[in-house]
């Protein structure tokens, strides 16, 4: 479908015909299902976040739909950082479309190695998870919890990486801004937020177990949002440096919602569950007719509220 020049925007180093991310972890750990997003309208992609080694993941159940939201415990589930490029390689020869390469280390050591891998390759932006939910057995608190790993970590992949550097951010704490400005202060060139919420539980009460096989799952859709909305609009008063902001986000309403929040780019992830892999061309769509209606050329004339 041929877009709107109304949607074209530009992210750091890079330009697009969407502001929509399909962000990490959805349905991108192929080059196939990444080109099926951007066929069906989006104008950045990420590929699922990539250890080392790579990594089966929980067992099932790792999904599971609640009202207005779906909680997940996918465990990390990749490919490892090697294979997972390959997958960026080929999506690259069939699409020139921006392409965020996500990375989860245990510690700085693995993330500088991760992003040493990331830059022998035709990615365009380096993502650290440093926010995952959902192996704190294994690897402890998420790294985002603490200005200073933030610093440490995002410093040293600065120091070490030749594509702009986004650390991904959790709501899970009571200082995101704070912990925004040090990964600023440490060099980021972007944030992307929010990384799922919770974790949350639910329970089968007939079985009289946890429905989620790992009992506990990161939360995103619909009923995150407004939560999303709140961080992001805080983060962009305090720091300044773009920011990708995702977080429940279903309708040209919800991205437009989210860029007045003063998000520069907006991840479209569970929704593609509630409306097809065609939701980009849908929120698209819907962006196009809210600029029409107030008289808008272009969707980086819609700015962020005080
Ligand atoms: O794979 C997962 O369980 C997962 C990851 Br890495 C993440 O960053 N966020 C999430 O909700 N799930």
Redesign the pocket.
């Known amino acids: 479908m041929e877009k709107s020049k109304k949607l074209s925007v530009k992210f750091l180093n890079c330009k697009s015909d969407s502001p929509l991310v399909l962000p ?2 959805i349905m991108d750990v192929s080059y196939g299902s990444m080109l099926f997003a951007v066929q069906n309208g989006a104008g950045f992609v990420t590929m ?2 990539c250890t080392l080694e790579p990594r089966s ?2 067992a099932g159940p ?1 999904v599971c739909e609640i009202e207005g939201a779906m909680i ?7 490919p490892g950082i090697e294979k997972g490029l390959e997958e960026i390689e080929k999506f690259k020869k069939e699409s020139d479309v921006p392409v965020i390469s ?1 990375v ?1 280390g245990a510690n700085r050591d693995e993330f500088v190695k991760l992003s040493n891998y990331v830059n022998d390759s035709s990615a365009d932006y380096i993502e650290l ?1 440093l ?5 704190s057995s294994e690897f402890g608190t998420p790294l985002s919890a603490s200005k200073e790993m933030v610093a440490d970590i995002v410093g040293a992949v600065k120091k070490n990486s030749r594509l702009p550097v986004l650390a ?1 951010l959790s709501p899970n704490t009571h200082d995101v801004t704070g912990i925004a400005r040090a990964a600023e202060n440490a060099g980021a060139d972007g944030l992307v937020m929010i ?2 919420l919770g ?1 949350g539980m639910v329970i089968d009460i007939n079985a009289r177990r946890p429905v989620i096989s ?1 009992k506990f ?4 859709g619909p009923a995150v949002k407004p939560v999303a909305v709140k961080l992001v609009y805080q983060v962009t008063e305090a720091v300044g440096i773009p920011v990708i902001g995702m977080g429940g986000v279903t309708t040209g309403s919800d991205a437009i919602e989210m860029i007045m929040a003063g998000a520069s780019l907006v991840g479209v992830g569970t929704a593609v569950y509630y409306r097809g892999i065609e939701v980009f061309n849908r929120i698209n769509s819907e962006i196009v007719e809210y600029l029409d209606k107030v008289g808008l050329d272009s969707v980086t004339g819609i700015k962020r509220i005080d």
């Open positions: 990490a972890g699922k976040s993941g929980h790792v997940n415990a996918m465990g990390l589930c990749n996500s989860f998870n926010s995952c939910p959902n192996v991904k990384n799922t974790p790992a799952g990161g939360i995103s």
